[in-house]
């Protein structure tokens, strides 16, 4: 089968202040489109609840040109890269994600990685043995809730980084959990199990694959232990791929999005891996396909009719590392029929927590965005 034609995806317009949050500070260039009009539909939403709560409404209805826009069917999806509550960035779990959290609450559906394993304490876990190992409390993506986020992918190098009793705690949170965690399981069927939905009205389908995992570590689900959805192994990958395909054969309109964990660590051009496999999610029918792992922002194209945004770098993360304090926020329209479209919002990570660019610093970030490299 041929596969998909590419294009590069080029988002150029120039983001303000992030929904609306500089106050008094010099004016600087209208927020993208799909950007404002998350930020519109917030708006709105607010609205209507002020309306519906009260007997003599006091808030100003929406105007015709937002409502018209707020009622389409186009959905508004956003997404970002690795969070967890490592040193500093624990501090998000009382302080939340500031105005990169409102972009995520804005759109109609939102979804990160959730890079850690879950548990309350250290009490009776082992560490695996490796460079960095991850463990945050259940208050964390509780806090991801509370800001916006709908799904998160547990599909990681980390998600098992304190052995199966580690595991065993982190499905045991995720069961406990109104926030939908797709990635993990106890059987392998779990691990690859969609999470499933409908997004004003329209059906959304949301898997996770993990590419990523050191040499002496199976973290595969098997012989009646859990494990992480892993595609590093041939078989693996052909499962993901089926799971998509399934959900696109399911509902040929649907959303089927893949949050995939890949690439090299620290590399800002994507490997002829990703790419590859990008193409076979994207004959497979995938919507979006969106990555993390390199810890680094990468570039986005689309295949054929699937938009692709290979790495969306550190998102709420600690880092001792300049480079990979780059962030922002992905907003992805999908229209009814034809290619979604993308815009980055583009942030920097300070004490740990994201922090949106504005003015002139966003421009240009968002203008390095658009030439990202291939080819690693």
Same mark, same amino acid.
């Given at each position: ?221 098997? @012989?009646?232990?859990? +494990? !992480?959805?892993? &595609?590093?192994?041939?078989? $693996?990958? #052909?499962?993901? *791929?089926?799971?998509? %395909?399934?959900?696109?054969? @399911?509902?040929?309109? +649907? !959303?089927?999005? &893949?949050?995939?964990?890949? $690439?090299? #660590?620290?590399? *800002?051009?994507?490997? %002829? ?25 990468? %570039? ?77």
């Amino acid at each position: 089968m041929p596969l998909p034609q590419r294009s590069l995806l080029v988002a150029a317009t120039a983001l303000c202040c992030v929904v609306g949050a500089c106050g008094g500070q010099p004016a600087t260039p209208a927020a993208p489109p799909v950007v404002q009009e998350a930020a519109e539909r917030a708006k709105s939403s607010s609205a209507s609840a002020s309306t519906a709560a009260s007997p003599t409404p006091s808030a100003t209805p929406a105007s015709p040109a937002t409502a018209s826009r707020v009622s389409d069917g186009d959905l508004l999806l956003a997404f970002a890269g690795d969070a967890n509550a490592f040193k500093a960035a624990g501090d998000s779990t009382r302080l939340g994600l500031g105005d990169a959290g409102r972009l995520l609450a804005a759109a109609d559906w939102s979804m990160v990685n959730l890079e850690t394993a879950l548990a309350d304490d250290e009490s009776g876990l082992s560490k695996q043995p490796k460079l960095y190992t991850f463990l945050t409390g259940r208050a964390f993506p509780e806090m991801l809730q509370r800001e916006g986020v709908d799904v998160v992918s547990l599909a990681n190098n980390h998600a098992m980084d304190y052995g199966v009793e580690g595991m065993e705690r982190t499905l045991a949170i995720r069961d406990a959990s109104t926030l939908p965690m797709v990635g993990v399981g106890r059987t392998r069927q779990e691990a690859f199990s969609p999470w499933r939905g409908a997004v004003r009205g329209r059906p959304v389908v949301a898997l996770a694959g993990n590419d990523i995992l050191e040499s002496n570590m199976d973290w595969r689900p098997r @012989d009646g232990r859990p +494990g !992480v959805a892993m &595609v590093k192994t041939e078989e $693996g990958f #052909d499962a993901l *791929v089926e799971a998509v %395909r399934a959900a696109r054969e @399911d509902d040929p309109e +649907g !959303v089927v999005v &893949v949050f995939m964990h890949w $690439g090299i #660590d620290y590399q *800002v051009c994507t490997t %002829r891996r990703q790419e590859s496999m990008a193409e076979r999610l994207a004959s497979a029918g995938a919507t979006i396909v969106v990555g993390t792992h390199a810890h680094r922002v990468q %570039r986005a194209e689309t295949i054929g009719s699937t938009l692709v945004a290979y790495g969306l770098g550190n998102f709420n993360f600690y880092s001792d590392r300049v480079s990979t304090r780059e962030t922002g926020v992905l907003t992805v329209r999908v229209p009814t029929s034809g290619t979604p479209s993308a815009e980055w919002a583009p942030g920097r990570i300070v004490g740990g927590r994201p922090e949106m660019l504005t003015g002139a610093e966003a421009a240009e970030a968002r203008t390095r965005w658009t030439t990202l490299p291939g080819g690693c």
